[in-house]
Nanobody
Framework: QVQLVESGGGLVQAGGSLRLSCAAS????????MAWYRQTPGKQRDLVAR???????DYLDAVNGRFTISRDNVKKTLSLEMNYLKVEDTAVYYC??????????WGRGTQVTVSA
């Protein structure tokens, strides 16, 4: 059974940094695209950053230049380095992986709270 498990969330002051990690297990061939999404109560889940198997990243405009997504295809891990955090970055962050058949997998999420 494929599982994605996030870690690294927490409480940080505005201007601070956090690093999120996602560990994948149960996937023999790994994932094609992987991504981080975030969601606040009552709102849709939004794409924050995405990275292809070859390492090409794409970012939400609001985080471009502050967040860096990376992955290790051998270790099957995904990371998100978040710098210069803002209050509006507060959300539950979800790890997403799309396997080579196009099937979506999601982690359970990790809370990131940025205080003023």
């Amino acid at each position: 059974q494929v599982q994605l498990v996030e870690s690294g969330g927490g409480l940080v002051q505005a201007g601070g940094s956090l690093r999120l990690s996602c560990a994948a297990s149960g996937s023999r061939f790994g994932f094609n695209d992987m991504a981080w999404y975030r969601q606040t109560p009552g709102k849709q889940r939004d794409l924050v950053a995405r990275i292809s198997y070859g390492g090409r990243p794409d970012y939400l405009d609001a985080v471009n230049g502050r967040f860096t997504i990376s992955r290790d295809n051998v270790k099957k891990t995904l990371s998100l380095e978040m710098n210069y955090l803002k209050v509006e970055d507060t959300a539950v962050y979800y790890c997403n992986g799309i396997d080579w058949s196009g099937k979506d997998y999601w982690g359970r999420g990790t809370q990131v709270t940025v205080s003023a």
